[in-house]
């Protein structure tokens, strides 16, 4: 009798893929990984100032001693790359089931590859870590000029001028001429570093560099974070002629062609399917800003406003037609081509909270927390403007305290001065949204991100100033989550589904603080009489620069 054919068992299902977003931000590298139904499973982060001790930044940055040029090392991004993927593997994480990465980079901050490099690139071995491979002859520039530089004044000027003043430029890009936007750090760099500018084959944004770093070739500049740069027409999505040629000669072939943020840029390198194990079927979606990927990580919609408190603290919205003004930004949006954002950017953010934490509650967050729970809303009339370095909105430099008479004072008690500095703060981040021509009205959400936002005194204080309800997501690290989502959603994007489709499931945001009853009679006062002092502050802020000058 022949034996009963036994057929083998299935073989298993293959485990369910996964997504990546990494966040190249200023204080950290992060990374995030999702599963199909959006479930986040793992995170993961190197601080540059403790675990890269050796570039000796402080928050990641060095300030150089004109205090105005500010830098990070190239390679310490690198070496973050590195070790964060080092910490990946150790900890078991199953790179082959990566069906998509993306990212998101600081925007406006600049990487020069010199000739040659994208040979480098090209050939990465993957019994050397990138660091090892990357430190010789790659970079023409080793430290990248990032966002909290506004030493570029006079290129500003000079851009303005070329192109027909700031509303044209504001017109064209989205954006008057800004110190820390990327064709003026390229302007400044080709006048006063001729030699490094000569041996640089491309500029990537830390965006695009990560991107490339992934692809092992130089990755696009997406439409999103491309429109902080001074040089992209944000509504034919292609490099202005006119700003181009302010710029520099050529500088377009310097750029490469800018692409939809949502563009499935390639497979991810061979070195990375060697080394770590990734598929090489896992696809590399563009890489955009920090702040275009919080958009996404919040699924902002129309009427909503984010405020995201991170190293600088940002106000966005999603807008559907741009009106660029000499205030603020307009960047293509990045989860919808037909849209736009609205941004405002302030620099004084959460290094001068700190700051003051240190000096007025003993370095501890906790007793922070407590004057914001110890003094009242409105803080009987005291306020503080605290631009310890050159803020970007309004430009102005300096400490401004004024008691509940508006008399400028030279100090305030420790607890009334964290009440005046968190107040003023968002008082302002109001102020500039309202003038970029935002209303608060009922049904206005405020959704938080960023680092601060773990803080419900702090949010409390921003719903009352802003007399609307806050919402956070589950993560203070949505722009990592959207780049995650954006790796998602780039896969299918290009047969033309919508990215809210693909996130349909996301867990919505929660309620975190509603404002007090009496937060409208307190902001209208204190709104009437910010605007004044606003001024008093830009008037002071003139003479200063004025005598300085004199
Ligand atoms: P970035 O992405 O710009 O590197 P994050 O969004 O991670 O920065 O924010 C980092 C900041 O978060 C730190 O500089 C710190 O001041 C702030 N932060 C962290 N925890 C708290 C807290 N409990 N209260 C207020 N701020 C906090
Ligand atoms: C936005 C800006 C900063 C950086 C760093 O214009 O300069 O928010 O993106 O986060």
């Not at 593997?89 to 990487?111: C, I, P, T």
């Not at 000739?115 to 050939?123: D, M």
């Not at 927390?369 to 310890?388: E, M, V």
Request: a negative charge; hydrophobic letters at 35%; one cysteine or more.
């Amino acid at each position: 009798m022949a034996a009963a054919q036994v057929s083998p068992p299935p073989p298993p299902p293959p485990p369910p893929p996964l997504y990546l977003g990494f966040d190249f931000s200023t204080q950290q590298l992060k990374v995030l990984v999702i599963d199909g139904n959006l479930n986040v499973l793992h995170q993961d982060n190197v601080q540059f100032d403790s675990e890269l001790s050796d570039f000796r930044t402080q928050g990641g940055v060095h300030i150089h001693s004109d205090r105005l040029t500010v830098t990070s090392p190239v390679l310490m991004w690198v070496k973050a790359l590195d070790l964060l993927l080092d910490k990946m593997k150790r900890a078991g994480f199953d790179f082959s089931r990566v069906r998509a990465l993306s990212g998101s980079g600081q925007q406006h901050g600049s990487v020069y590859w010199k000739r040659g490099a994208s040979e480098t690139l090209n050939q990465l071995s993957p019994d050397q870590d990138l660091f090892q491979q990357l430190q010789v002859c790659v970079f023409s520039v080793s430290d990248s000029p990032v966002w909290m530089d506004s030493s570029s004044s006079q290129q500003c000027l000079d851009l303005q001028a070329a192109v027909g003043g700031a509303l044209r430029l504001a017109e064209i890009t989205g954006s008057r001429a800004y110190e820390r936007f990327t064709g003026n750090q390229i302007c400044k760099l080709r006048q006063t570093r001729p030699d490094a500018y000569q041996d640089t084959e491309r500029i990537s944004l830390v965006s695009s560099f990560a991107a490339s770093l992934f692809l092992g070739d130089y990755a696009a500049i997406d439409y999103s974070d491309g429109s902080g740069m001074n040089l992209l027409d944000i509504r034919t999505r292609s490099w202005s002629e006119v700003c181009l040629k302010a710029t520099a000669p050529h500088l377009d072939q310097l750029l490469g062609a800018p692409l939809p943020s949502t563009s499935v840029l390639g497979p991810v390198s061979s070195y990375f399917v060697h080394r770590y194990g990734f598929s090489e079927t896992c696809r590399v979606v563009a890489f955009t800003g920090d702040n275009p990927a919080s958009l996404a990580g919040m699924r902002l919609q129309q009427g909503d406003i984010a405020v995201s408190l991170g190293t600088s603290d940002t106000v966005f919205l999603w807008i559907q037609q741009p009106r660029p003004a000499l205030e603020g930004h307009v960047f293509c949006n990045p989860v919808d081509w037909q849209a736009y954002m609205a941004l405002l950017c302030f620099k004084n953010g959460s290094l001068t909270r700190e700051r003051i934490r240190n000096e007025c509650a003993g370095g501890s967050w906790e007793v922070f927390s407590a004057a914001l729970r110890n003094t009242p809303l409105g803080n009987n009339g005291n306020i503080g403007f605290y631009f310890d370095t050159m803020e970007i909105t309004p430009p102005a430099v300096g400490v401004y305290r004024f008691d509940g008479d508006d008399n400028e004072v030279s100090s305030l008690s420790s607890q009334v001065e964290v009440r005046a500095l968190v107040e003023g703060q968002f008082l302002s981040r109001r102020l500039h949204a309202e003038s970029l021509g935002y209303s608060i009205i009922p049904g206005t959400r405020v959704l938080a991100t960023g680092g601060a936002s773990c803080n419900t005194e702090i949010l409390q204080v921003l719903s009352d100033v802003f007399n609307a309800p806050v919402y956070t997501i589950d993560l203070s690290n949505s722009a990592c989550l959207g780049a995650a989502y954006r790796a998602l959603h780039g896969l299918v994007a290009e047969s033309g589904v919508s990215f809210f489709d693909v996130l349909k499931t996301a867990p919505e945001p929660q309620l975190v603080a509603t404002p007090h009853p009496t937060a409208p009679q307190v902001q209208t006062h204190t709104h009437t009489g910010i605007s004044e002092i606003s001024q008093r502050v830009k008037d002071g802020n003139r003479e200063r620069k004025e005598k300085s000058t004199d």
